[in-house]
DNA sequence: TCGAGAATTGTTTTT
DNA sequence: CAATTCTCGA
């Protein structure tokens, strides 16, 4: 037990140690929670407090979840699996598929995405003929998920409603619910509301849950909603041993309903708690620290704290102000490859995803490994949603939507009008989409060949479910299977030659995936003996929906990583890019142009917060004056928060105001203007290169090659990363294209081979783009093709 | 029924 | 500048 409290320091001991009771740990950055957490875990099974199974730990992502395991694992080897490590979602689920028919749901219920979410919107707007410019789905949902997050439900929020716009928002609302109901589907708000109903009207099943869980930890607390809250509040209603840990200057989720007030407020909610502040900060150097402090110092509404540490002086923070994002990206990449850091350990971080193209552009073209986190999530994509309808009409035969989606896909003549007598009769008859399908010949109206084209497709699904209850096929044999027999991979090829090899790349990860989910699920024992196969089917499109993209990224190999400052939360690097800080883009211009700004501003500084304390050993923030939106050049001004840097706390570099002479451009840099006329000895920026000697630089610094060899192989690398991860993978290989050749990249188009330089490493090819003109690109990484 | 081209939107952030 | 939706001819 000594063994648990050796290296934290008195506080941690302390969050640690008090197990009985409310405790609410107030953990700053880089504060060593996580550890906290885990220890703590530890300790309360060492000391015989609980079993593992008795310990309910909700994190925020389910990477966080997998982490939190093995480390408890490590601490304590064969305990970490049996605590219950899980994201209020997840936790949600399996509750639900427990018990959910009791209100009156089956229990192989499908989870909608925002994709469905918005599809369902779209028709019901039809349906009820509303004008879709008065009421964009995309509005009226965020209005709905609001009102779902503070629990209020479609007949209090019709209660309230007030004028006529409201009044038809609640009439949308309840008929979102109802096809929501008659599809038997739950979105996301849903599985925490549905939760909260469970154990509202069926307290034995809180109960329950309440004897077992005799310890519960919560982290990210500050980003906890109020639905959240509630069930937090009502599991631990039994033993009330709550332990949350967060930091409301972390607090960056208000637009999806997370209530700060539940971690400002944590001490009136839950009378007799404890209070621990962990202010040491182990991750950053003093100077980060110091910067990130003035900067966050600027809110009001925050509990009071300040974080120090034991590290380093450290080099100052960088600000740098460059013409154009263009050149913003390129000066940063060109800092990634110069730094003394390995790939892996770096970051840029920005507000948008709309960010990451000009970034993602720069490392093609100097041939940077990267891997960008989130923007598309890879279970959103249109090749990998159209097999999961496929799936999911097998496992589910009354999702309308899974059906609207693929019936025409690929192209079996049935088109808008024939699918609307489908709807037609299933609405008259009150039945699904696809048994409406499977009744196709009471349908009048319809002739010969339709009626075959209709019978084509529920045999086509007949036979999939038959093969999947009688022949035993394995999940990923049903994949193959879907993507082959209706001919969804030739339609592929036909419809976008150009993508066809990476959507193909993305289905086989998808089969992977699922063989891994197979594997794992047959060794979890808790099923029920007589399932079949089409439940084990529905655990897998469950276990899909719920992945968030952070959960994907896969740490193996030496790549940089790029991602929206919200994607970074929890994460750290030894040097981190904070990218585009302009006002009208961070903060973004939506929270300087509303009513009360002050709120959203905070925010967003919260997010400045977040990501300045990324960083372990340097950071360097940079705008652009000018920047191209919306297909509009227009120019902004540096961040206010880069105002609130401490002065003589951060290295500033702007433009000079005149003319930039394109040859010297370097020299325009080089002498950092202070602002506001301080002076202060500069001291020397190592990264962007140029900086200290016009242009001719003497960099000396090691260009972080030494990891490209040490990436740990075996593991496959997912085709989501893109094709330039790959890192020692990197096989040489000879192009099948000559000088001359024309020949198509993923990202720049057309273009003509104009020389192929046989180098060391791989073949460096010249190529004359239509449209990007001539770039010099690894073959390993341009992935080209021969056209 | 379907595809190509035109028109029209729109940007925070995501479990 | 996209990505998506719309429109029209075949």
């Known amino acids: 037990m000594t063994d648990l409290l050796a290296g934290l320091n008195d506080k941690q001991k302390e969050a640690v140690q008090y197990t009985e009771g409310p405790l609410l740990i107030l953990a700053g950055a880089g504060s060593g929670k996580t550890r906290v957490l885990t220890h ?34 490590t601490l304590l080897p064969g305990n970490g699996q049996d605590v219950f490590v899980s994201t209020f979602h997840s936790m949600c689920v399996r509750m639900l598929r427990r018990d959910i028919d009791r209100l009156g749901y089956d229990r192989d219920f499908t989870i909608y995405d925002t994709d469905d979410q918005k599809t369902l919107m779209r028709g019901i707007l039809k349906d009820l003929k509303m004008d879709p410019k008065q009421y964009r789905e995309r509005g009226v949902l965020s209005i709905i998920s609001a009102s779902k997050n503070e629990m209020v439900d479609a007949d209090d929020y019709e209660q309230g409603a007030s004028d006529f716009y409201e009044k038809n928002i609640a009439k949308l609302y309840k008929e979102y619910e109802k096809r929501l109901r008659k599809n038997n589907a739950l979105d996301f708000d849903d599985l925490l509301i549905k939760t909260v109903e469970l154990f509202d009207e069926y307290p034995e099943v ?100 300040t974080l120090w540490t034991e590290n380093e002086e450290g080099t100052l923070p960088t600000f740098t102000e460059y013409e154009t994002a263009s050149e913003e990206a390129d000066r940063v990449t060109d800092a990634v490859m110069r730094s003394v850091y390995r ?16 970034f993602e552009e720069k490392c093609i073209a100097k041939s940077i490994p990267y891997v960008i986190v989130g923007g598309v999530n890879f279970y959103q994509r249109k090749e990998i949603k159209d097999i999961l309808s496929y799936l999911r009409i097998i496992a589910n035969g009354v999702d309308d939507l899974a059906v609207g989606r ?52 529920t045999d086509l699904i007949e036979g999939f479910r038959s093969k999947v209850l009688n022949d035993n096929v394995s999940l990923k044999e049903l994949i193959e299977s879907v993507r ?53 089917l529905a655990r897998f499109l469950e276990d899909v929906s719920l992945v968030a993209d952070i959960d994907r990224t896969d740490d193996t190999g030496d790549v940089l990583t790029m991602m929206t400052l919200h994607g970074a939360k929890g994460l ?15 903060p973004s211009y939506a929270s300087i142009n509303v009513d009360s700004p002050d709120e959203e501003i905070e925010e967003e500084r919260r997010l400045c917060y977040v990501g300045m304390t990324r960083a372990k050993k340097e950071l360097c923030m940079s705008s652009a004056q000018t920047r191209m939106t919306n297909g509009e050049t227009h120019s902004s001004h540096p961040s206010r928060f880069v105002d609130e840097l401490p002065r003589d706390g951060v290295e500033i570099h702007r433009k000079k105001k005149k003319q930039a002479s394109w040859e010297d451009l370097d020299d325009d840099y080089d002498n950092p203007i202070p602002r506001r006329g301080f002076n202060k000895p500069q001291s020397f920026a190592a990264e962007f290169g140029g ?38 993978e990197m096989v040489k290989e000879k192009p099948d294209y000559v000088v001359g050749d024309r020949v198509v990249s993923v990202k720049f188009g057309q273009g003509t081979v104009k020389e192929i330089l046989d180098t060391e490493r791989d073949y ?24």
Request: charged residues 30%; proline residues 2%; negative net charge.
């Open 764 to 787: 460096q090819i010249t190529v004359d783009f239509d449209k990007f003109g001539t770039k010099k690109l690894l073959a390993a990484f341009a992935k080209l093709k021969k056209v």
């Open 343 to 358: 790939r892996c350990e770096q970051a840029v971080l920005y507000r948008t995803n709309a960010q990451s193209r000009l």
């Open 484 to 536: 082959d027999d209706t001919g969804y991979a030739e339609e592929l090829a036909k419809d976008d030659p150009v993508e066809t090899e990476s959507r193909l790349q993305n289905i086989e990860e998808l089969i992977s995936k699922a063989s891994d989910f197979e594997e794992e699920d047959s060794e979890n024992s808790e099923h029920e003996e007589n399932e079949t196969g089409l439940t084990s």
């Open 206 to 305: 809180l109960e329950n849950w309440q004897r077992r869980f005799r310890y519960i930890m919560v982290d990210e607390y500050q980003d906890t909603n109020t639905v959240q809250f509630e069930i937090v509040r009502l599991l631990s209603g039994k033993y009330r041993n709550l332990c949350v840990v967060g930091d409301d200057d972390q607090s960056i989720y208000k637009f999806r309903g997370a209530n700060i007030e539940n971690i400002l407020s944590f001490e009136k909610s839950f009378p007799g708690s404890k209070v621990i502040k962990l202010e040491q900060n182990y991750r950053s150097t003093k100077s980060i620290l110091h910067a990130a402090n003035e900067v966050i110092k600027n809110n009001h509404e925050r509990k009071a704290k």
């Open 40 to 73: 703590r875990v530890g300790y309360l099974i060492e000391r015989g407090l609980a079993e593992p199974w008795q310990i309910l730990a909700i994190t925020f992502t389910n990477k966080a979840a997998g982490e939190m395991r093995d480390r408890v694992d």
């Open 691 to 728: 900086f200290g000697s016009g242009g001719s630089k003497s960099v000396n610094i090691s260009r972080g090659f030494g990891s490209l060899d040490t990436t740990p192989s075996g593991k496959k690398k997912s085709a989501y990363m893109g094709a330039f991860v790959k890192g020692s």
């Open 406 to 457: 693929v019936i025409n896909v690929p192209k079996r003549g049935i088109g808008d009008t024939t699918f609307q007598k489908v709807i037609d009769f299933a609405m008259l008859e009150g039945i699904s989409l696809y048994d409406a399908l499977c009744r196709a010949d009471e349908i009048t109206g319809l002739n010969k060949g339709t009626l075959a084209k209709l019978n084509g497709f």
């Open 572 to 586: 750290e690097f030894e040097k981190v890019y904070l990218c585009g800080m302009e006002e009208g883009l961070f």
